[in-house]
């Protein structure tokens, strides 16, 4: 690949990170460490695109593109773990939403930098990944492929961790996550294949380009306070389940209303209350299957839509989600007990509703559920409607 198309190809890469660097910005979410990985990740693979062009300068040697040349091939083989490296950790922080685990791959992935900073540095002198003659012209040193196999094995390790953990992984970001290696490592065989060729940080690029639209999409029908999907997104989401269901085929709903939210709200306080709500839906995401779509429908009420076409098995999910709350309660994490009443129903295939109907008949069965509650004073009890 020529100087020229190089610049060309790798500067528009970098204006598109660029652009997706300033609105990662204005996120309210910037202090989060997902964010703050993925802010990370688009800033050294910048810094990586403009290098490589300096890598490029071959040729015309004792004029600045001998300099060039050296500083700009020492940066890239010297940085090339790091990018696949935050990666990693950006995966992991997907899978488990803790700063534990990622603290282990921490004694691991400075150790693989480190042995590619002295692989790095002995080459300066004995040409093992790389020399650079007297013409100024590159060459690919004996041991060339060491690099190459720590970005592969990083990227690939990313790749499983995701697959074997697609349980623990959010259905709506599972899928960007799995696509988000393949790019740069068809890139790396290319440039194997190609003598001459460098296309892996423009795949990578490309990979965080896909993976901000992702975010940014998910984020405009996510509830910013529990992680659940806001209204929009619960909206959307049934439209599309009616739309899919058949006579065979259909899904289920439960509507969740916390007992005595206001009541918590007005005794410890509004942050504790907001507490109370991301704890639910975390409660909940532990009780259900990764593929159920737990919604915030407002205030302290939350849809479920599961993959459920039968009454016994709704009515198996429901007494799950009650165990789980009597669970929360005996661990008596909080100072008072969270309960909840609940209306949930099947989708009826031949009433052929609309969401809002479906929406207004679970409401109702809620509703009945809440009264006959408040009259036995007994919030774990659950009333079909």
């Not at 403009?50 to 300099?67: E, H, M, N």
């Not at 259909?250 to 306080?269: C, H, R």
């Not at 532990?286 to 429908?297: E, G, P």
Request: hydrophobic residues 50%; aromatic residues 12%; proline residues 3%.
């Amino acid at each position: 690949m020529g100087l020229s198309n190089n610049i060309i190809i790798n500067v528009y890469s970098v204006v598109i990170l660029m652009l997706i660097f300033f609105h990662a910005l204005k996120s309210t979410e910037k202090n989060l460490l997902q964010q703050k990985l993925f802010v990370s990740m688009l800033l050294v693979t910048v810094f990586l695109l403009i290098t490589d062009i300096l890598s490029r300068f071959d040729g015309r040697p004792g004029t600045t593109y001998a300099a060039a040349n050296q500083v700009g091939n020492f940066i890239i083989f010297l940085l090339s773990p790091v990018l696949p490296s935050l990666w990693l950790l950006y995966v992991q922080s997907q899978v488990k939403h803790d700063t534990i685990r990622i603290k282990r791959w921490l004694y691991i992935i400075p150790a693989i930098n480190v042995i590619n900073l002295v692989a790095v540095v002995l080459s300066q002198f004995l040409g093992w990944l790389y020399y650079i003659g007297a013409d100024n012209i590159y060459h690919r040193g004996p041991l060339f492929w060491i690099p190459v196999l720590m970005t592969i094995v990083l990227a690939v390790s990313s790749f499983v961790l995701t697959a074997v953990n697609y349980k623990n992984i959010e259905k709506k970001y599972f899928r960007s996550l799995m696509f988000f290696p393949i790019p740069p490592i068809v890139c790396v065989i290319l440039q194997l294949s190609f003598y001459g060729v460098s296309l892996m940080l423009n795949g990578a690029a490309l990979s965080l380009l896909i993976i901000f639209i992702s975010i940014q999409n998910q984020k405009m029908n996510t509830d910013y306070l529990t992680g659940a999907y806001n209204r929009k997104g619960l909206d959307i989401y049934l439209r599309q389940r009616i739309d899919a269901s058949t006579e065979n085929k259909t899904f289920s709903a439960i509507l969740l209303d916390l007992d005595k939210f206001k009541a918590i709200n007005d005794t410890f306080g509004h942050n504790i209350g907001d507490c109370v709500l991301v704890s639910s839906v975390r409660l909940l995401k532990t009780c259900l299957s990764s593929n159920d779509f737990i919604a915030r429908f407002g205030g302290d009420e939350f849809y479920i839509i599961l993959n459920i076409s039968s009454i016994d098995e709704l009515e198996a999910a429901v007494r799950k989600i009650t165990d789980c709350l009597a669970a929360y309660n005996d661990k008596r994490i909080a100072p008072f007990k969270l309960s909840a009443s609940m209306g949930y129903a099947v989708y009826n295939y031949h009433s052929r509703q609309n969401a809002a109907e479906f929406l207004q008949q679970v409401d109702a069965l809620m509703y009945a559920n809440k009264i006959s509650s408040r009259k036995n004073d007994n919030y774990g009890k659950i009333v079909v409607g």
